[in-house]
């Protein structure tokens, strides 16, 4: 009996320590291979989401937010120069082109109406998305706070998160004005509210002006309002200002950096894709005190440690030139902006005429647009979990063939429904792509 069954047992216990086995080693790999907790939930993303979709060339893309304009030709010439000589196809200094740092200290000393250290006072990173991360890294910790005003860039909130630190966010409201066209100036923050999110674990407070995907620019009484409550509770502030040129007629960009006392609490962040229309380069910068800039240079010797030399030596051969052009018509910091200002309007009135309520912005390339008078009805699409924008957006590239991106995209839950009637429409594109974009919206109501 014994001699029968034994092999069949041993069979059995086998197989059963195998199958064990297996178990076990998957569930291991499943715990090894999980993904860290500073990226959880943050796989979702709207860039990822809309683009690809609106890839199909049948579509006109007035989504993400690239020109489809020409860079300056000074520009272009110098990358091929650049590239040209042997030396500048390898490694450069890792916090920045040593001609690139000269010139970015000149324009922005200019700007600030002081001197600016170009090797302990300026980093140059990977676009701005470079610059805003090794802020966070930098200088702020885990249990930290950060305010975030809404609507916001998208990446602040999970750089905020993968640092460890806790997102506060606080909403502009549009003001009842009684006008007939609605500016980004309508958009105003309550002070009491905003002070209400200060606190003993308040780190930071990140302000991006002008503001994407809105438009508006800070004046200098509401960036005092902001500066005032940083020095009150010895807060740092992130200014994001990557449009800091695109400002239209009637208004003015004010760094809150030049107000008293901000300078030594303030990372500026700037973008050459921004500034010279050359967003595929990636190139940003971040400017401030030598104590603060340190921080960040630490993060990227460790990380991506230099940007490409061609990149920052034909940059710096732009701001060089436009720098000795400041404050004359050919100067591209201001020449762009006039040109935009058309765009800007033609935009708008585009919009106005099928009935759509837009807001008009005092800088940058966006304008959000409000579609509720288009009432159009969306429940039979199934993405339940999605905001109302989201849907309309996903129906317009399906049903129009146009792109815009949701403004839900740039807010907090709460804020959702305060947002989720306005789409972002991108409109420093050429004559031919806002022809295209005219003709779907003027035969919107046709079948």
């Not at 650049?82 to 196809?89: E, L, P």
């Not at 002006?209 to 940083?230: H, M, S, V, Y």
């Amino acid at each position: 009996m014994n001699v029968t069954w034994q092999p069949r047992f041993y069979k059995l216990a086998c197989h059963s320590v195998r199958a064990n086995w297996f178990s076990t080693s998957q569930r291991i790999m499943a715990s090894r291979h999980k993904h860290s907790k500073r990226i959880e939930g943050l796989e979702k993303n709207v860039w990822v989401a809309f683009t690809s979709v609106a890839a199909d060339p049948s579509i006109v893309n007035l989504g993400q937010g690239f020109p489809d304009i020409p860079p300056p030709s000074y520009v272009k010439e110098a990358l091929a120069k650049a590239a040209s000589v042997d030396r500048m196809n390898q490694y450069t200094r890792g916090f920045g082109h040593p001609s690139l740092v000269k010139a970015l200290s000149q324009v922005y000393g200019k700007v600030y109406g002081h001197q600016i250290d170009p090797l302990k006072e300026v980093l140059v990173t990977v676009g701005g998305y470079g610059s805003l991360f090794s802020t966070m890294q930098g200088l702020v910790d885990e249990g930290d706070e950060v305010i975030i005003i809404e609507p916001f860039f998208d990446c602040y909130v999970p750089m905020v998160q993968m640092a460890g630190a806790k997102p506060v966010l606080t909403p502009l409201r549009l003001k009842s004005t009684g006008k007939k066209n609605t500016t980004s100036a309508d958009w105003v923050l309550d002070p009491d509210e905003l002070a209400s999110k200060f606190n003993s674990k308040t780190k930071a407070i990140i302000i991006n002006t002008p503001n994407n995907p809105i438009g508006k620019i800070f004046t200098k009484d509401e960036l005092q309002i902001i500066a005032d409550l940083c020095i009150k509770h010895d807060t740092l502030c992130f200014s994001d200002e990557v449009y800091e040129w695109l400002i239209y007629k009637g208004h003015q960009h004010i760094k809150i950096a030049t107000l008293p006392g901000m300078w030594d609490r303030t990372i500026t962040i700037g973008s050459a894709g921004k500034t010279f229309s050359v967003t595929g380069w990636k190139l940003g910068w971040s400017v401030g005190p030598e104590h603060l800039i340190k921080h960040l240079q630490t993060v990227m010797q460790n990380t991506l440690y230099t940007c490409p030399t061609p990149l920052q030596e034909a940059v710096a051969q732009g701001l060089v030139r436009d720098y000795e052009l400041m404050g004359r018509p050919e100067c591209y910091f201001s020449s762009l902006a006039e040109e935009l200002q058309g765009k800007r309007d033609r935009m708008a009135a585009i919009l106005q005429e099928v009935g759509m309520s837009p807001i008009i912005p005092e800088g940058g390339y966006f304008m959000i647009v409000d579609v509720t008078t288009l009432n159009e009805d969306l429940s039979h699409m199934t993405d339940d979990d999605d905001a109302y924008d989201y849907k309309f957006v996903k129906w317009m590239i399906k049903e129009k063939k146009l792109a815009a991106i949701p403004v839900t995209a740039f807010c907090g839950e709460a804020s959702k429904k305060q947002f989720e009637k306005y789409i972002r429409l991108c409109f420093i594109k050429q004559d031919s792509t806002l022809d295209a974009a005219e003709t779907i919206l003027k035969n919107w109501n046709k079948v």
